[in-house]
Nanobody, 122 residues
């Protein structure tokens, strides 16, 4: 079974840094785009950053200059380096892959991880 598994969340002080990872488990033939979303209590889920299979990136205005998304296609893993964290960055961060092609199965659409909690507080 193919899954997305996030890791790296935790408690950090304002101005601190965290590096999130999202690894696609199982036998994967290819993954197109990958993205990081976040959702804070009482707020809508928002797109934080995305990256194409070729490495093109997009960021939400609120994180530009502070966050960097990257991927390692050989490891089927996407990363989110978060620097200069602010309290408003506190949220559950979720990994998403719109299209995943397993080696031994048909395409999986709109695959989500379970999320990892990032808390920015003193």
């Amino acid at each position: 079974q193919v899954r997305l598994v996030e890791s790296g969340g935790g408690l950090v002080q304002p101005g601190g840094s965290l590096r999130l990872s999202c690894a696609a488990s199982g036998t994967i033939r290819s993954i197109s785009d990958m993205a990081w979303y976040r959702q804070a209590p009482g707020k809508e889920r928002e797109l934080v950053a995305s990256i194409t299979s070729g490495g093109s990136t997009n960021y939400a205005d609120s994180v530009k200059g502070r966050f960097t998304i990257s991927r390692d296609n050989a490891k089927n893993t996407v990363y989110l380096q978060m620097n200069g964290l602010k309290p408003e960055d506190t949220a559950v961060y979720l990994c998403n892959a719109p299209k995943v092609w397993p080696t031994y199965s048909t395409i999986i659409r709109d695959l989500w991880g379970q999320g990892t909690l990032v808390t920015v507080s003193s």
